[in-house]
């Protein structure tokens, strides 16, 4: 029998890997199945995007790159972040990574010595601790409570911090939660990190995607710039997740570390999405407000609906496109007589008896809750929500 590596074997199974199977069986078997878990706009990226990589492709723009992506790339984004967010960066200071996902893997990788700990906020999104376990460091889980609008205390984190953290990663706006840090939040914790010598990985992929507030970046805060590993990228901004092009802005000597890495892991991202980013940061952006004006629309929606349900509590989000409700009220009821003891067999109850897919919090590392994403046309929130109230209505 073939035994993996032991790096390979501590990978976790996604736990919604068992839902997934199911939800294809049944639209296999035509069932008509609608879901809420989607992680990526539904909206198809601007034509102008789409041209500028057309023209890549027929002016031979599909060779290799340098292993941290074309200068020009690095450089829109150095104007980028200068322009929204008044931050000098230097195009040396700039790796093009293959989505923002990689960019975490090799953020973490880049400052981590084998057990190392790295300090992570939950609800978290599914990939970090995963990935800070390939990098050979362990995770060290700060519980962030619906109570606190699922966001961390300077307390929590003074209190947290000790020799042994290398890293602290800050997802804002938050996926699962949308919570969203305001500036005095983010002043307060900033005020705790800048006493420490910890880094810290400033994950804002979603940056663009707020509802009712101004969101403030982590590069805002001058006195944590040199251990800022800030993550960000085309994929939600832009309904550009497939072109898989993500970048981290960072100090010179963890780039050069980087695009070593790169170098030899992938080479380079793809040629022709350089120039389908490039274009994304240097052209009109009035795609992102028609997105998000749409989706502020759907969370209005979700909202009444899910406040419509006896028992539910949730938090509305503030960024990104998802709802993350308490739902432990439905625990210890039953669903077609079978018991429901957590989030992973509330949203299998869902899929199999409405035919509606959700995501267990439990995903998230918070198991009283799920994950809903209105990413999806109103069409399918109306349906899917038919659906949800239904289900919940029917336990007993
Ligand atoms: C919080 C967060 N970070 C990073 C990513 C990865 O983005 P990309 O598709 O650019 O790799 C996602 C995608 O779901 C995300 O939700």
Redesign the pocket.
């Known amino acids: 029998m073939i035994k993996l590596s032991q790096q390979f074997s501590q990978i976790s199974e996604s736990q919604t890997v068992a839902l997934s199977g199911m939800m294809a069986e049944l639209k296999r078997d035509g069932v008509d199945v609608v879901a809420l878990g989607a992680?990526?706009p539904d909206f198809d990226t601007p034509d102008s995007i789409k041209e500028a990589a057309i023209t890549a492709i027929h002016k031979g723009y599909t060779k290799y790159t340098p292993a941290d992506g074309i200068f020009e790339l690095k450089q829109a984004i150095t104007e980028w972040l200068a322009d929204e967010y008044g931050a000098e960066y230097d195009p040396s200071q700039i790796v093009i990574t293959?989505?923002?996902?990689?960019?975490?893997y090799q953020a973490i990788a880049a400052v981590c010595n084998p057990d190392d700990q790295v300090l992570l906020p939950a609800p978290y999104?599914v990939?970090y601790p995963e990935q800070i376990k390939l990098a050979g460091a362990h995770p060290v889980i700060l519980p962030a409570k619906q109570e606190q609008g699922f966001k961390v205390t300077p307390e929590q984190l003074e209190n947290a911090l000790n020799d042994r953290i290398k890293l602290i990663i800050l997802?804002n706006p938050?996926?699962p939660t949308g919570a969203v840090y305001s500036e005095t939040e983010l002043n307060s914790l900033v005020d705790v990190l800048a006493s420490k010598s910890v880094f810290v990985l400033a994950?804002e992929?979603?940056d663009k995607i707020v509802f009712k507030s101004n969101f403030v970046s982590l590069l805002k805060f001058s006195s944590i710039r040199e251990r800022l590993l800030l993550?960000n990228?085309?994929?939600?901004s832009f309904a550009m997740?497939g072109w898989?092009?993500?970048f981290l802005a960072a100090d010179k000597s963890i780039i050069a570390g980087i695009r070593k890495f790169q170098g030899h892991t992938t080479s380079n991202p793809a040629s022709v999405s350089q120039y389908a980013a490039l274009q994304a940061y240097r052209g009109d952006k009035t795609f992102i407000s028609k997105m998000v004006a749409e989706f502020a629309k759907r969370r209005e929606y979700l909202y009444d609906r899910l406040m419509n349900i006896a028992g539910i509590e949730c938090v509305p989000p503030q960024g990104?496109f998802y709802f993350f409700p308490d739902v432990s009220v439905f625990f210890g009821k039953k669903g077609n007589g079978q018991p429901i003891k957590n989030s992973l067999q509330l949203c299998q109850y869902l899929l199999q008896e409405h035919k509606v897919g959700a995501v267990p919090g439990s995903a998230f590392g918070m198991d009283t809750h799920v994950r809903l994403s209105f990413a999806t046309s109103m069409e399918i929130l109306e349906k899917a929500m038919d659906r949800i109230e239904e289900g919940l209505n029917a336990l007993q």
Do not use: F, L, M, Q
Not at 98 to 104: D, E, F, P
């Open positions: 992680g990526e293959c989505g923002a996902k990689h960019a975490v999104w990939s997802n938050s996926n994950d992929i979603y993550i990228g085309v994929s939600k997740t898989r092009i993500g990104a």
